[in-house]
């Protein structure tokens, strides 16, 4: 089972930055997932919220502010503050990191609050330009941009990520061209896991800190656990299997 890392190694150091994803790498997970949003001068960057309020010490929204802008806000203290300043990254600044290491990334397109006008494309044509695409799988809350980044880049994986139980979520998703399902863990059933299980799709199950919830995700056999605590996923699963 694949343990992947949520927003980085989120539990322990602020979220969606370098050094979260640095951490992550450290502790062993498999993947990374991290959130893509676009600034106002159409620069890809690394970022939970529409908002920067939660996560940084400014405010207003990411599609308001220029990269350069952005680059001011400390994306650190507000979040853990015992870090020092550290930026909100860009997606290049992360792909150029990551191709040196061996995890791959489950890059989460936020684009169902605002709909940002060719996101998919960007995100495509950078992974193009890094030979990325094929370290990499691409995720959303809006379906429809799944299907937009299925047409642009058949090869990469998407998933279809709810919050709400989608009943027969293996057919919904085998229909509409995607190889995953990405559930909240906290309203999966078997019967959707069986469903799923039945069409092909494999499920990664978001937000995995409880070990109880990771051993039930390991015994039906699921194909990744998205986590804040990576090592701590890691260890169980190692623990299980001796
Ligand atoms: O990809 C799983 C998870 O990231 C989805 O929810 O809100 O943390 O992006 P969220
Ligand atoms: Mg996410």
């Given at each position: 089972m694949k343990i992947i890392a949520h927003r980085g190694y989120s539990?322990?150091?602020?979220?969606?930055?370098?050094?979260?994803?640095?951490?992550?790498?450290?502790?062993?997970?498999?993947?990374?997932?991290?959130?893509?949003?676009?600034?106002?001068?159409?620069?890809?960057?690394?970022?939970?919220?529409?908002?920067?309020?939660?996560t940084t010490d400014g405010?207003?929204?990411?599609?308001?502010?220029?990269?350069?802008?952005?680059?001011?806000?400390?994306?650190?203290?507000?979040?853990?503050?015992?870090?020092?300043?550290?930026?909100?990254?860009?997606?290049?600044?992360?792909?150029a990191w990551v191709k040196t290491t061996n995890v791959t990334t489950n890059i989460e397109l936020k684009n169902s609050k605002f709909y940002y006008t060719n996101l998919e494309k960007k995100v495509i044509d950078l992974l193009t330009s890094y030979e990325m695409l094929d370290k990499v799988m691409f995720s959303s809350f809006n379906h429809l941009s799944m299907a937009k980044c299925k047409q642009l880049a058949p090869e990469v994986p998407c998933g279809i990520l709810t919050e709400?139980?989608?009943?027969?979520a293996g057919y919904y998703a085998k229909?509409?061209?995607?190889?995953?399902?990405?559930?909240?863990?906290?309203?999966?059933?078997?019967?959707?896991?069986n469903n799923c299980k039945k069409h092909g799709i494999l499920v990664n199950a978001w937000t995995v800190n409880d070990m109880g919830h990771l051993k039930k995700l390991?015994?039906?056999?699921?194909?990744?656990?998205?986590?804040?605590y990576p090592d701590v996923c890691k260890a169980?699963?190692?623990k299980i299997e001796g």
């Open positions: 539990g322990l150091y602020p979220e969606n930055t370098m050094l979260s994803f640095q951490k992550a790498v450290e502790a062993g997970c498999d993947e990374i997932e991290l959130d893509v949003q676009l600034t106002k001068d159409n620069v890809l960057v690394i970022i939970h919220d529409e908002s920067i309020k939660r405010e207003g929204l990411v599609r308001k502010y220029t990269f350069a802008e952005l680059q001011k806000f400390n994306a650190a203290e507000l979040q853990k503050k015992e870090f020092d300043f550290l930026p909100i990254p860009s997606f290049e600044e992360y792909l709400r139980e989608i009943g027969n229909s509409n061209g995607m190889e995953c399902y990405h559930p909240d863990i906290t309203k999966l059933t078997t019967t959707v896991v390991y015994d039906w056999g699921l194909s990744g656990a998205i986590t804040n169980f699963i190692e």
